[in-house]
């Protein structure tokens, strides 16, 4: 670091791996040729010595630059003075020392990560050594926390055990002993419930990495159900309300068995039939096929099937299927070898009808990716349309209703969806969408409604349990591991939040509200380098940006401290709401703008006289805030605070 506090680069990685060699060593000192030998492995012995003579140099220029003198290079060894180079581990371990959740909290910010991560594939012989390195870093910080759950600790339910437990889970979420100590630590406090939540969580955690909880873990459930003498009952919005939320006990359970029959939901059919020559293909036009095909498979919304499967001969049958109620669909490629493009043809057998046939030309996309997400997304489009009317009532069907009806962001319309989902679930209670639509709604009403609505109303306990339930019954669902983010970010656990919205990108990445959905979330998160990522994916696929989500894009440009894009994307967005008011006037704050902020206030009065003014204004003003990276939450809630006053308060005061 300089003098400025900013991060002091240096001109190879390998200068930097000398530094974090050397401090690992018991001494602080190496010898040139052991240091040599590590770095610069295939290279002949005076090369290497003559590589790590260059290395040290640009180390001695960063030191420079920081005002430092650290790596002393001398009698053919190099070493480090004593408390020269204070590092995170060492102030990492000092907080683990202590006992308190505050210095818990301190230790997360200090752990970021495996040790000189990145520095893998410098050379490999370092490669050996620093995995070996970072295990025993592992090893170190592990046995450090674990002083703090021992059976007595966990036993007295402390917060310092709690925290000690949730700092483990943060350095590894399949951590099997921290999810058993945060287990007992709740049955101790007479919290079954989120005990409850836990176990799962656990489960699925192991169950990403295709394992399963050990016998011990496993035998916590048999305590839960010891401790539960409530007698059950059927889920009202996947919570059993036998008990309300006026300060007595909110029992889940969680049903894992399809509910009606053993039948898994039927989908709409895509038959897809590939032109497969004998001659050479082009790469591009093959690629397009598969990430074409790639991409109908993550929307998780049809059954696939491939021509091959049917003989050489036969393939899918082309006969009319009209009395099918989903819809069934042929698409067909046909590669032309002479000019690389693709022909693309996509018919729906219900009446035999082209929807489309178009010619691809690879060559004149931004990437064959973008070109794939725009058909995809074409496809996807025209079978929802058809779903989303009201007399179809399969079970998808009525899902699409649902999910359209939700996208309309009113809480009339939340209320039909809310009659869609219950139907549903009579039909299917293991269809997992249902509980993170809910969630969804449900997230709707406690955080961006300034009026409740007590038919939807749920804490964000019971919100997060019911996105566990989704997340539990289809993990690979990205609606699912979504809907469990924004319940994690309003909860307050952003790095849970950011691994959630991290696999729902992976889950699918051509659904452009999927992406930036993540986007926004990973902002929240303070993950803002992949939160831009994702924002400028989503972007590209769009084949028309709706402009709700230039507000969505706003608050990733905030996140990253780009003001003057907040801003633009803002104004696009045409935004009606305290949400939006509140990010722009945010963001000329952050931007020295604090007179044009006031002056758009005035105009919004003047223009909408009390038109934002509801009952629980100042209520939902508390809650606006969803950023988590402290300086992030500090600039926007000046936007908040001061939008509140000139609403709720004096504008006169707004100066």
Known sequence: MGADGDPVATKTRKALAILGYVSRISDLSASREAVADLLWSSAAGHKGMQSLRQALKQLKTAEKTAGLDVVKSEGGHIHI???????????????????DSPDFEAARALWRGDYLAGFEDIDPVFTDWLLIERQRIRDEVIDATLKHLSGAIVAAATPGAEAAAHFLLHMDPAFEPAHRALIRIYLNRGQPERAEQQLRACERELKELDGVPEQETRDLLR???ENDNKPSSSMDSGLDKSVGRDGRKVSVSFQFGNGV???SVRLPSVSVIAGREETKKHLDGLHLEEEITAGLSAYRAFDLYQSEYFGSEEGPSLSMLQSDELGSYLLRFQHNERSGNVSIQFEDRNDGRIVFSEIVDPGKWDSIQVAASQIVNRIHLYSQVKLRRPNNNTVYGKWCQAENFMIEFNQRSDAKALELLSEIERQHSAFSMIYSARALIALKNLVYYAARDD???????????????AVSLDAWQPINQRAHGWALIHAGMPDQASRAFLQAGRLNS??????MSVAEGLAFS???GQALEYAENAMKIFSSVPRMFYEYYSHVYFAAEDYENANRMIERAAYNNLTGLTVRVAALIGGGR????VDLLRRTRDTYGNKYLEDGTDRFMDRLNFFWEPKTRANYEKGVQMVKRFLLGDPTSVS
């Open 261 to 263: 029959g053993n039948d």
């Open 223 to 225: 305590i839960l159900s």
């Open 81 to 99: 003075a004593a408390g020269s180079l204070p590092t995170d581990l060492v102030h990492l371990l000092e907080h683990l020392n202590a006992s």
């Open 594 to 597: 604090e007179r044009e902020a």
């Open 510 to 515: 051509v659904d452009p509200i999927n992406m």
């Open 526 to 528: 303070g993950n803002v």
């Open 455 to 469: 038919a939807a109303s749920l804490s964000i306990d019971e919100i997060r349990m019911l996105t566990e339930r």
